[in-house]
């Protein structure tokens, strides 16, 4: 049984991420730590900027009473550091990888009419450091997205909304401990981007996880859980981080 005082970890995926992204983590960290993956309003009208997304994970969320752990991948980190700056009685900590909100490498300009699926696989592939990892089910997802006009357009003005919310001169008010877990090998949001992070949130560790592009949770799951464990516990501690994910980590 999940104790009322162990907070909700929200995992909050990127802009053409999706909730399982997720699932090797969540398959790796203690059960005790409830966990909630929504999927973002992305591509939705009325979800067309920051504010509006936050607006809807807050309604989303209007019915939890216990504290929150927001875990956020690029777009998602952004999401979580609105959110803590909006509510910051609810949130306990923030977990956060390639996010955006202050520098991000994205593709709201140049993008193609009609986008071929060799554009899209390009850029999908851009993401990852290993290119296996760019599969076709995500660029079928991504090319869906961009040939229904109106979702593409919804997309589009929250790409560009989240380059003009640049978050620089209020990360200082997020005071919650914040892990930032960054890949090496990001060219979305570079390692420079996670030292600028580091600086500015007066409460954050930096950890890099090796062999890792912008979404380390779906490439580095292994090391991704045990770090996000190792936090969670420092937190609510109880628990060491299970030998498995130990063994799994090294």
Request: no cysteine; net charge neutral.
């Amino acid at each position: 049984m999940t104790d009322s005082r162990t907070p909700l970890v929200v995992l909050l995926h990127g802009l053409f991420g999706r909730p399982a992204d997720f699932d090797e983590t969540v398959r790796r960290l203690p059960e005790r730590f409830p966990v909630r993956a929504p999927e973002l309003p992305v591509g939705r009208p009325g979800a067309e900027s920051v504010d509006q997304v936050v607006g809807w994970l807050e309604d989303e969320l209007a019915g939890e009473s216990r504290a929150l752990v927001l875990v956020g991948n690029s777009l998602g980190g952004h999401l979580a550091l609105s959110f803590a700056l909006r509510n910051p009685e609810r949130v306990r900590g923030l977990v956060l990888a390639g996010s955006s909100g202050l520098f991000e490498r994205g593709f709201e300009a140049g993008v193609p009419h009609r986008p071929s699926r060799e554009w899209v696989r390009a850029r999908v592939e851009e993401v990852f450091h290993g290119r296996a990892f760019a599969s076709e089910a995500i660029v079928d997802d991504v090319v869906a997205t961009l040939r229904d006009r109106r979702r593409a357009l919804a997309v589009v003005r929250l790409a560009r909304d989240t380059k003009r919310d640049h978050l620089a001169s209020v990360l200082p008010r997020v005071r919650v401990p914040a892990l930032l877990l960054w890949g090496t090998e990001d060219r979305i949001t570079p390692p420079e981007i996670a030292y600028r992070f580091r600086d500015l949130l007066p409460s954050a560790r930096l950890l890099f996880v090796p062999e890792a592009g912008h979404a380390p949770m779906i490439e580095r799951p292994s090391v991704f859980a045990f770090h996000l464990a190792s936090f969670l516990n420092d937190l609510s501690p109880l628990l060491r981080p299970s030998r498995r994910l130990l063994e799994e980590a090294a």
